[in-house]
Nanobody, 121 residues
């Protein structure tokens, strides 16, 4: 059974940076991603990375967010720079079902508990 534990969220001012981490246990050799949900908004996959290291990044965060994975440490990262108030959300780490990857929410089957990111103007 896969378990995911996120950390690194917090409160920053606009223009600031944060690095989210997700420590995984179990089989996480496939696609992993970061999904966010703000109050009253749909969930959005902001970035994902497949087993070969190919990354997928949402247009809304491209150039500001970078996803990476340390396979030896079984840890997924999300580097976020130039944060804006619209980035305020709960950020979830998730593992996709086998053999798929991308920016579609419903391919992700196993989720962490989430970490809150709040950006003030």
């Amino acid at each position: 059974e896969v378990q995911l534990v996120e950390s690194g969220g917090g409160s920053v001012q606009a223009g600031g940076s944060l690095r989210l981490s997700c420590v995984a246990s179990g089989d996480t050799t496939g696609c992993m991603g970061w999904i966010r949900q703000a109050p009253g908004k749909e969930r959005e996959v902001v970035a994902s990375i497949d087993r070969n290291g190919n990354t997928y990044v949402a247009a809304s965060v491209k150039g500001r967010f970078t996803v990476s994975k340390d396979n030896a440490a079984n840890t997924l990262y999300l580097e976020m720079i130039n944060l804006q108030p619209d980035d305020t959300a709960t950020y979830y780490c998730a593992v996709a079902r086998p053999w798929v990857c991308g920016l579609i929410v419903h391919i992700f089957e196993t989720w962490g508990q989430g970490t809150q990111v709040t950006v003030s103007s």
